[in-house]
């Protein structure tokens, strides 16, 4: 609809929403998550508050689109895992990327203060999942898809479980601080993973565990 | 230093800790964390603001208290895990019931309104885990140890990778709100930390308990 203003009008309005979510991210990087406010986002964009706020309904949901467009690259498309034949070597380069990514400090104050907002709200918890967190796994579930179709993992395993077995672990250091984030975690994480997703090295078949 | 002032004051003293810490638990599953305020809880506990400020520094505080009254049995002492000497059986026997206490809506409530704060609050996480993580930890950790000596694990088993396999899946499901907690979950769970972290020769297969 907006198309009917014209292509310039709609060339403003998208480097508005980037000017947004630019000072979104900036701003929840630089203070406290519950200092930032609508106000300040708008400031810091050159917008008016109300220019927000017909967008999206509060800090929250600017913060969550914020981070939602840091995973879309240049053409709005999703990332996807890399894939060279050796599964081990692509998640160890895939973990030791998303170590390094919340060892930074920007990324983990915006990524802090939307877990916070996560946890206690349940529509923005779905939200995430439909529009961050599925994409992702699907991502890393069709590279181990392909893993298992060329039998480096068990005809039976579950790619769910093996995906929180892989990344939960890292998350929840992450999220209480209870141990440093290092590549030798990283690969630790893979390398337990394989043994328990990986094919059985026997003749006699994996026992069942149902499910 | 209070017994100087006799047991009664003791036993005064004790009531109202207690008194304040069950009021606190209540809050916190009946409304949002958020409307949670130490002037609530005072007046639910019967007692004077100052009475809970002498003792806790802040809310947080105080909720941490109460959490932390629950993990501890009628003599204050933590709680140790099952060694029936089949780790299996008394994994899924741990989980299961982990399972159970994560399904309950007022615990859920307890636990999420303090993950909130040890998010964003590193000098509670730091207490978090001094407190109450670290010795829960121990008591597993002595489990899996117990079953190492047994040749149940491996030898070269990272107990800690092996702790965050087994706990830390089921924390972020639950955190994300992203799949259900269920009795199959936590036996899943155990069956794949077996798998990654048992003894690597399989001179004899692993038996199944049955469920």
Redesign the interface.
Known sequence: MSNERGPDHSRRKERSRQAILAAARALVTEE???KVTVEAIAARAGVGKQTIYRRWPSKSAVVFAALLALSEDADGQSVTLPDTGDLEADLKLVMRATVEEFTDPSFDRLI??L??E???D?AL??E??EKL?RPLDEAKKSRLRSAQKAGQLAPDA?L???L??L???L???W?????PLTTAYAD??VD??L???GPST?A?PR?S???
Request: aromatic share 10%; no cysteine; charged share 25%.
């Open positions: 406290a998550y519950e802090r203060a877990n916070t996560i946890a206690n349940a918890a779905a995430y999942r967190a579950d769910d479980l093996a929180e077995m990344y939960a672990p998350f929840q250091r999220l209480h601080r209870s141990s630790a994480l337990a993973t043994r328990a997703f026997e006699e026992k565990t149902g499910a």
